[in-house]
């Protein structure tokens, strides 16, 4: 069966905090970057981290992998596009490609993991119930 895509796209500026001296984007600056499309996402698709807290537990990143394929600079205006990958999983796991908006060429690709943990910090190895919930409006279950 296939699972429907679940993608949200947003253009962004790079901001002068957001380089080093070359101009071109310090490595540190990617996480900002994923977790402001994972937001993107979250207010588009119904899963925000209010719906976490809500449901008294957390989603830590657990794995978060960044290629940098060719440099962004300060002033410009590159798109980043997130995808959800479904798994049966007790996990949310995003893909990420950031293009330059003028040629559309590939800067960055990454992903990242996310675990769910209760209010004392420990695994949560099924899926909690509102996830599912989520899964199934979503039709990916």
Known sequence: MSKKELRFSR??????SE???MGVVWHGS?????E?????WGHQFGLCYDD???NKVYAPIVDMNIRYH?????ATRPRIDITYQYTPAAKVIFDY???????????TTARTVQAFTDRNYQLILENPEFYLRWKQKHRLV
């Open 36 to 40: 402001d499309a994972r937001e993107g």
């Open 52 to 54: 976490y807290l809500s």
């Open 97 to 107: 490609e950031i293009h330059d908006t003028a040629d559309n060429t590939l800067l």
């Open 70 to 74: 060719r440099p962004i600079f300060y």
């Open 19 to 21: 380089v080093d001296y």
């Open 11 to 16: 253009e962004f500026e790079v901001r002068f």
């Open 30 to 34: 990617y996480p900002l970057y994923l």
